[in-house]
T-cell receptor
């Protein structure tokens, strides 16, 4: 069973540009969450999508956005990149078993460097 | 606001020792707690998931406990090996908007960087 796939693995962008990251969840998982990891702030929640709807959003500026497609694949977009956006972006998929979420499975991440 | 703390921030022990990593959280209203492992520059690997109604989970040499009322969890690693060297992260799953199913997020601790010396 394939895991969570994130593309690309590495990105270098210039300040002011925009970037789109992609995440394909485990087959059958309809929930996709995004997290940002930096040395200073650790892992922080960006947003979660479930059945193409944003269910929850973290405390990030509007430059960070996302969407989910009917096949559960998700993309996140960051516009007007800033140096502080340099981070490892992690995607996680999860599934519900009756009324309980059966954990999160993370991808390998996309390392974004803004220069 | 949920806050998760992990102690110690770093730990270095000789191979073969048993060790305990600690995690505490401020709000007991959690759905579950998950322990992850992260190797340098890589993603997160799930180790153990404890639902809020459970007290512990075991997988091989790993045992995790959960005391929701006191806001604590421990990860016990038996007979440590150099391959166990990594950063260990604790995360609680909690709801942001009441307890609406699906509107949840993980709140992470800062991790414990573990080094097992041969």
């Amino acid at each position: 069973k394939a895991g969570v796939t994130q593309t690309p693995r590495y990105l270098i962008k210039t300040r002011g540009q925009q970037v789109t990251l992609s995440c394909s969840p485990i087959s059958g998982h309809r929930s996709v969450s995004w997290y940002q990891q930096t040395p200073g702030q650790g892992l922080q929640f960006l947003f979660e999508y479930f059945s193409e709807t944003q269910r929850n959003k973290g405390n990030f500026p509007g430059r960070f956005s996302g969407r989910q497609f009917s096949n559960s694949r998700s993309e996140m977009n960051v516009s007007t990149l800033e140096l502080g956006d340099s981070a490892l972006y992690l995607c996680a998929s999860s599934v519900w078993d009756r009324s309980r979420r059966v954990g999160y499975t993370f991808g390998s991440g996309t390392r974004l460097t803004v220069v | 606001k949920q806050e998760v703390t992990q102690i110690p921030a770093a730990l270095s022990v000789p191979e073969g020792e048993n060790l305990v990593l600690n995690c505490s959280f401020t709000d007991s209203a959690i759905y579950n707690l998950q322990w992850f492992r992260q190797d340098p520059g890589k993603g997160l690997t799930s180790l153990l998931l404890i639902q809020s109604s459970q007290r512990e989970q075991t997988s091989g040499r790993l045992n995790a406990s959960l005391d929701k009322s006191s806001g604590r969890s421990t990860l016990y690693i038996a007979a440590s090996q150099p391959g166990d060297s990594a950063t260990y992260l604790c995360a609680v799953s909690c709801g942001e908007f009441g307890r609406i199913q699906g509107a949840q997020k993980l709140v992470f601790g800062q991790g414990t960087r573990l080094t097992i010396n041969p």
